[in-house]
């Protein structure tokens, strides 16, 4: 059973850092697309920032120049470094991705981790 683990989240000031986590356990035959979304409280949920497998990344226009996102393939990990933080960052933050289970399989499952909390307040 594929899931997904984030941790990193916390309470931070105004113009801080935070570095978020995720990995992927169990048993599957590939990762593709990896991602991270947030929900602030009364909004929808939104994308963050994303990462091929490849190495191709994407970025909310919020948080361009500011949240940088990698990912470890060796270990099932994607990342997030999230500098110059701001009050309207606060949000649930959850970890995605394309997961292939089997070789056979004929599409990628999207999974989603349970979301780790960013609070930015002084």
């Known amino acids: 059973q594929v899931q997904l683990v984030e941790s990193g989240g916390g309470l931070v000031q105004p113009g801080g850092s935070l570095r978020l986590s995720c990995a992927a356990s169990?048993?599957?035959?590939?990762?593709?697309?990896m991602g991270w979304f947030r929900q602030a409280p009364g909004k929808q949920r939104e994308l963050v920032a994303s990462?091929?497998?490849?190495?191709?990344?994407n970025y909310a226009d919020s948080v361009k120049g500011r949240f940088t996102i990698s990912r470890d393939n060796a270990k099932n990990t994607v990342y997030l470094q999230m500098n110059s933080l701001k009050p309207e960052d606060t949000a649930v933050y959850y970890c995605?991705?394309?997961?292939?289970?089997?070789?056979?399989?004929?599409?990628?499952?999207?999974?989603w981790g349970k979301g780790t909390l960013v609070t930015v307040s002084s």
């Open positions: 990462i091929t497998n490849g190495g191709t990344t």
């Open positions: 995605n991705a394309e997961i292939k289970e089997t070789w056979r399989a004929s599409h990628a499952i999207n999974y």
């Open positions: 169990g048993t599957f035959f590939r990762i593709y697309t």
